[in-house]
């Protein structure tokens, strides 16, 4: 088969790109855009081959476009006007702008790509925008399926809920659509989807009896909902995804006392054998709450030992116990390994903890995406 020119927009520190070498399909990033100075480093970095545009999308006009005589259109625009916890801007978003300017482009193209991915924050899927691709989509010709999935559907423990969309032009399927089905949840219009380890928009409902505080600030229905998390044998371990300690200095990525005293009731803790951990953000390393899960390394001290009557301790016995826990950040390498990214990943050396924190946070799973690009094409 002959290669496929591959156009990535938003382009990031080159999940998409990941996604493409890891599906096996035979095809060629032919151009990569995106304006982000730290995640063009480590695009460039790992893929110095690659032509990598750092320019609006805007700023490209039809004619570049054409020129690049393309056959797969893959992006991940920004999140932020869809994300739950922010405005919620949506179309009238600046962020939103390249976006729009896409879609604008999209029929005007001599020669529209044949494939089309993209990837979106849960949110995504009730915007104003998602209706105005569904509409641009339907007009140029393409058949599309869209899907709430997260890594959890292929045996990775992090739980990553997102939207996709994958659209191929009718000429490549006939009337008969797909050909294969995603085996997770498939999105109707309007539904929200469910992430197959839990994540939700919204915390599972509890009963008042139930909403008694155990250990930290969780309910029965959180400690249940883990507890059935970590006996799926679907899901890999955590400890298939840690660097070997002897390969990395964890002492640099303990939990500072001062954040244990303030928010140790807010940390998500796992251990090696658990098979499941939160959804890494771009925050993570910086702020605690949501963010990230955090490593016990301590597997000797039980943590319920040390949180029950933790708060009549005092500080100094509070910190104590809290350190017995040796409790850690994953590194930026182990949260990579959670999201995917393969071994030959790397980052060029001048990027630091909290920008390789934050460039991991804004990307994608790449085993997922690399599923999803082989059903696209078969």
Not at 270 to 290: A, D, I, L, N, W
Not at 311 to 328: A, F, P, T, V, Y
């Amino acid at each position: 088969m002959e290669a496929l020119r591959v156009v990535e927009l938003y382009s990031g520190i080159g999940g998409m790109h990941y996604a493409l070498k890891g599906s096996g399909i035979s095809a060629q990033v032919v151009a990569a855009v995106d304006i982000n100075p730290t995640a063009n480093l480590v695009y460039q970095h790992n893929f110095p081959d690659t032509p990598l545009w750092n320019k609006t999308i805007e700023g490209i006009t039809l004619d570049v476009f054409d020129k690049l005589s393309f056959d797969m259109l893959v992006m991940s625009p920004p999140c932020q006007p869809f994300t739950r916890i922010g405005l919620q801007g949506d179309i009238t978003d600046a962020r939103t702008k390249s976006f729009l300017y896409i879609l604008h482009l999209l029929p005007r193209l001599c020669r529209r790509p044949r494939f089309i991915l993209l990837e979106n924050v849960k949110g995504f899927e009730t915007s104003s925008a998602r209706e105005r691709l569904v509409e641009t989509l339907k007009d140029c010709g393409y058949l599309f399926q869209e899907f709430m999935l997260s890594p959890t559907s292929v045996g990775i423990p992090n739980s990553r809920l997102r939207y996709f969309l994958m659209a191929k032009l009718s000429t490549e399927t006939g009337s008969s659509g797909f050909s294969a089905q995603v085996p997770d949840v498939v999105l109707q219009s309007g539904s929200s989807g469910q992430d197959t380890a839990g994540e939700s928009s919204s915390q599972p409902e509890a009963s008042s009896q139930e909403r008694r505080v155990l250990y930290k600030l969780e309910t029965l229905v959180d400690i249940q909902r883990k507890s059935t998390q970590n006996r799926d044998e679907s899901l890999r371990q955590i400890q298939d995804f840690l660097e070997p300690q002897t390969e990395v200095d964890l002492q640099q990525y303990l939990i500072p006392p001062r954040t244990l005293l303030r928010y140790c009731l807010l940390l998500d803790i796992v251990q090696p054998s658990c098979r499941r951990s939160v959804c890494f953000t771009k925050g993570y390393g910086r702020y605690v709450e949501g963010t990230g899960s955090v490593l016990q390394c301590h597997l000797e001290t039980e943590m319920q030992s040390v949180f029950a009557g933790l708060e009549l301790c005092s500080e100094e016995e509070k910190l104590q116990r809290l350190l017995n826990l040796q409790l850690r950040y994953f590194t930026p390498r182990e949260v990579a390994n959670l999201m995917g990214f393969p071994q030959s990943f790397s980052f060029p050396g001048q990027i630091s903890t909290p920008q390789r924190y934050r460039v991991l946070g804004n990307s994608l799973n790449v085993v997922l995406v690399s599923r999803l690009l082989q059903l696209l094409v078969s």
